[in-house]
C-alpha cells in the first residue's frame, strides 16, 4: 500500500505520461451548416446500413435493396444536396462518395438477383464494397480540426 501510495506521489509530481495522437487525416473545411448536413447524411448512411443488415438477416431482399438504392444508391443523391456540397470537397474524396453511391447501387441489384437464391457470400461482398468507401473517405478526411 505504501508502495502504490509513493508511485502515485511520483507520478503526480512528474506528471503522468501523456499519450496524444495527431490525426493525420485531411482536414476539409465546409462552412458550418453545410458540415452539419453532410454529418447528419452520413448518420444516415449509418441507420440505413443497419436497417439492410436487420432486412439481410430477416431475408427481406428487396426491403434490403430498397433501402440500399433509396438512401445510399445513385438514386439518393438528390436528397443528399451532394452536389452543392461537391464544391468543397477534395476531387478524391467526390470520387470516393461516388464510388459509394455506385456500390450502394450495384448492391441492391446483387441483392434484388441473389437473394431468392441465397447467394450470401455475392450479397456479403456487394456490402462490403458499400463500407469499403466508407472507410476509405473516413480514414482520409475529416470535417473537424
Not at 511520483?10 to 462552412?31: H, K, Y
Not at 438477416?57 to 433509396?70: D, H, M
Not at 466508407?134 to 482520409?140: D, E, K, N, P, R
Amino acid at each position: 500500500m505504501k508502495k502504490r501510495i509513493i508511485l502515485a506521489l511520483i507520478l503526480t509530481i512528474l506528471g503522468l505520461p501523456t499519450l496524444s495522437f495527431a490525426d493525420s487525416r485531411q482536414l476539409v473545411e465546409f462552412p458550418e451548416m453545410m458540415r452539419d448536413h453532410m454529418l447528419e447524411n452520413m448518420r444516415d448512411h449509418l441507420l440505413a446500413l443497419t436497417e439492410i443488415q436487420q432486412h439481410l438477416a430477416l431475408e427481406e431482399y428487396e426491403k434490403a435493396a430498397t433501402v440500399a438504392e433509396n438512401r445510399l444508391g445513385m438514386s439518393s443523391l438528390d436528397g443528399h444536396g451532394a452536389s452543392h456540397m461537391a464544391r468543397f470537397m477534395p476531387v478524391a474524396m467526390q470520387q470516393i462518395g461516388t464510388q459509394m453511391h455506385k456500390a450502394a447501387s450495384r448492391f441492391a441489384i446483387i441483392v434484388q438477383e441473389g437473394g431468392l437464391e441465397g447467394s450470401t457470400p455475392k450479397i456479403a461482398e456487394g456490402l462490403a464494397g458499400v463500407m469499403q468507401q466508407c472507410v476509405a473517405c473516413h480514414s482520409s478526411y475529416r470535417v473537424h480540426p
